[in-house]
């Protein structure tokens, strides 16, 4: 790496690496524009999309808990069945007691399952409820995915429509910022990029007009003026700290 940046800086003068910085200023700048034509479907596709996939993994959740409930509701019914079987063997037993104690044990065997059998049943008007209830909800949750699909497709084909009209600029614009980023050296492009994600409009680059600072407006003095027309090094605005560079439509004063 520090090859490269010796080569870069070895290459290219100060002037030619603050002329390259505003080029690829300007560059981003028609970037942003397209992005913006944009506008916020990227981050609506985006939002879909994980919005979708939050209803499918709630629907399977839901599928999940349905299946577990089925399962209970089986293993109830074989306890059903098998207390009811139970019954019919203590009162066929009780046909051949010989006494009244083996009669009474019986009995309270034979109650104590028909208590079971009661308690299945009950489980199993719960599950039944319980189930139909997630059943409905999993059927909304179905209806809105479809609402959600059909919009998803409507925003990603506006968006590809909108990347296929713009694919060829972009791609030659996107060669002119690499060769503009190849005449900088690694530290004063890393310092260009962490200003323009600083910037709401993403200029990190600007002119001084007018006598001041082209992002912020705030007036620059005549002698720092007189160094940002010399292009010996980077100046930065004191007040917004983006990159002043001297504005090229204005001749330079004597």
């Not at 492009?189 to 680059?205: C, D, E, F």
């Not at 001084?208 to 600072?213: G, I, K, N, Q, S």
């Amino acid at each position: 790496m520090a090859t490269k940046n010796k080569a870069v800086e070895a290459d290219y003068s100060m002037e030619e690496k603050i002329t390259a910085l505003y080029e690829l200023q300007q560059i981003d700048s028609k970037i942003d524009e397209i992005d913006k034509i944009k506008g916020e479907l990227p981050l609506e596709v985006q939002d879909l999309e994980d919005e979708i996939a939050g209803l499918r993994t709630r629907i399977a959740n839901i599928g999940t808990e349905i299946d577990e409930l089925n399962q209970l509701n089986r293993q109830r019914k074989r306890e059903v069945e098998e207390a009811g079987a139970l019954i019919a063997k203590y009162e066929e037993q009780q046909n051949n007691v010989r006494n009244n104690r083996e009669f009474d044990a019986l009995a309270k065997e034979v109650e104590y399952q028909k208590l079971e059998i009661d308690l299945a049943n009950k489980r199993l008007k719960e599950y039944s409820a319980v189930v139909k209830t997630k059943k409905a909800t999993m059927e909304a949750a179905e209806e809105v995915v479809k609402d959600r699909v059909l919009d998803l497709e409507a925003k990603r084909a506006e968006l590809e429509g909108i990347e296929a009209e713009t694919a060829r600029e972009i791609e030659t614009l996107k060669e002119q910022e690499t060769a503009a980023a190849g005449k900088i050296d690694d530290r004063m492009l890393a310092a260009y990029r962490r200003i323009r994600s600083n910037m709401r409009n993403g200029l990190a680059v600007v002119t001084v007009r007018r006598d001041a600072c082209g992002g912020c407006y705030n007036r620059i003095p005549p002698q720092r003026q007189v160094d940002i027309r010399q292009n010996k090094k980077i100046i930065v605005c004191e007040y917004c700290g983006r990159i002043l560079v001297a504005d090229t439509d204005v001749a330079p004063q004597e």
